[in-house]
């Protein structure tokens, strides 16, 4: 059973970078059909696509977000990883790591439980 | 850049029918997705294509389609089902997510 785990600090400063790992188990981080991907939910609010990266390394950022990210992929550690910068109040948030399935039936077949992270001085 | 539109909350008794609509301009071109979040949960994946139930989900859960309008059509609902819910699309190439906004089943 493939899982998925979000680490990283659950407080932030504004201003400064956020960086979350996503650990992959049960599975291979190098599977052809899939991509890897974040989505974050802001305190009683909906969920928001960030962006998803192929683990031979193509990423596609959400438009929005996309001037403050950066996502990658450690295929030896099995964990893909994102950075989001220069953070404010707005981007306090769970954030999911998942899994996208590729082709013509895309969606998320597997989650990880969610990390909270607060963005506060 | 494509939206999904869901009406933010839907009310029904138990053992009535909810039916939750999404309104996109991807559809009908890209299926829809339906994820059901309980409280402090994570989604978990409800219908996909469409019309088509993961194994583990119960058959009083299906899925419609007409033109640019999608619906996940809960029958018999049971306290349980009470949740989010969020349709999911895709731009035409398939990377690009996107998520309606979610809607609340409250069972009375």
């Known amino acids: 059973q493939l899982q998925l785990q979000e680490s990283g600090p659950g407080l932030v400063k504004p201003s400064e970078t956020l960086s979350l790992t996503c650990t992959v188990s049960g599975g291979s981080i190098s599977g052809s059909s899939f991509y890897w991907a974040w989505i974050r939910q802001p305190p009683g609010k909906g969920l928001e696509w960030i962006g998803s990266i192929y683990y031979g390394g193509p990423t596609y950022y959400n438009p929005s977000l996309k001037s403050r990210l950066t996502m990658s992929v450690d295929t030896s550690k099995n964990q893909f990883s994102l950075e989001v910068r220069s953070v404010t109040a707005a981007d306090t948030a769970v954030f999911y790591c998942?899994?996208?399935?590729?082709?013509?039936?895309?969606?998320?077949?597997?989650w990880g439980q969610g990390i909270l992270v607060t963005v506060s001085s | 850049s494509s939206e999904l539109t869901q009406p933010p909350s839907v009310s029904v008794s138990p053992g009535q029918t909810a039916r939750i609509t999404c309104s996109g301009d991807?559809?009908?071109?890209?299926?829809a997705y339906w994820y059901q979040q309980k409280s402090g949960q994570a989604p978990i994946l409800v219908m996909y294509k469409g019309t088509e139930r993961p194994s583990g989900i119960p058959e009083r859960f299906s899925g419609s389609n007409s033109g640019t309008t999608v619906a996940l059509i809960i029958r018999e609902v049971q306290a349980e089902d009470e949740a989010d819910y969020y349709c999911?699309?895709?731009?035409?190439?398939?990377?690009?997510?996107?998520f309606g906004g979610g809607t609340r089943l409250t069972v009375l």
């Open positions: 991807p559809f009908p071109r890209q299926f």
């Open positions: 999911q699309s895709t731009d035409n190439s398939g990377t690009y997510v996107i």
């Open positions: 998942g899994r996208f399935r590729l082709g013509l039936f895309p969606y998320f077949d597997y």
